[in-house]
Nanobody, 129 residues
Framework: QVQLVESGGGLVQAGGSLRLSCAAS????????MGWFRQAPGKEREFVAA????????VYAESVKGRFTMSRDNAKNMVYLQMNSLTPEDTAVYYC??????????????????????WGQGTQVTVSS
C-alpha cells in the first residue's frame, strides 16, 4: 500500500514562499499521478495541482496558476509544491494525494474521496497579512 508523508509547512508573511514536500513509499512511484489538495478552516477540501507519473505534465487550479509549481523526483519518490507570492487566502492544511487509477495529470481526479485515492496526514500553511 502507498503511504504519503508531507513536510515543509509553516508560517510565512504575505508575498513570501514555501516549498512543501511529500515522501511516498509502497507501490512503484512513477506508475501513478500525484496531486496536492488544501482545506481552509470552514471550507471544503479543494484541488490545487497534479503531476503525471513521468513528471512531464502538470495541471493547476486557477487560483494558484502562475504562483505554484508542482514537480516530482521519481528517483527519490518525492513530490514538491513550490508556492510563491503567497496570500492569506492560501492559508490551509495542504494534503498530498496519490491517484492510483491513472498516471496522467489531466486524468487526476479532483474530487476528494474518489476511489483509489491515497492521502497523507497534511501539513499546515499559514500566511499572515
Amino acid at each position: 500500500q502507498v503511504q504519503l508523508v508531507e513536510s515543509g509547512g509553516g508560517l510565512v508573511q504575505a508575498g513570501g514562499s514555501l516549498r512543501l514536500s511529500c515522501a511516498a513509499s509502497g507501490r512503484t512511484f512513477s506508475m501513478y499521478a500525484m496531486g496536492w489538495f488544501r482545506q481552509a478552516p470552514g471550507k471544503e477540501r479543494e484541488f490545487v495541482a497534479a503531476v503525471g507519473g513521468n513528471g512531464l505534465s502538470t495541471v493547476y487550479a486557477e487560483s494558484v496558476k502562475g504562483r505554484f509549481t508542482m514537480s516530482r523526483d521519481n528517483a527519490k519518490n518525492m513530490v514538491y509544491l513550490q508556492m510563491n507570492s503567497l496570500t492569506p487566502e492560501d492559508t490551509a492544511v495542504y494534503y498530498c494525494a496519490a491517484d492510483l487509477s491513472t498516471a496522467r495529470a489531466v486524468s487526476f481526479r479532483r474530487e476528494p474521496g474518489a476511489e483509489q485515492q491515497i492521502w497523507g496526514q497534511g501539513t499546515q500553511v499559514t500566511v499572515s497579512s
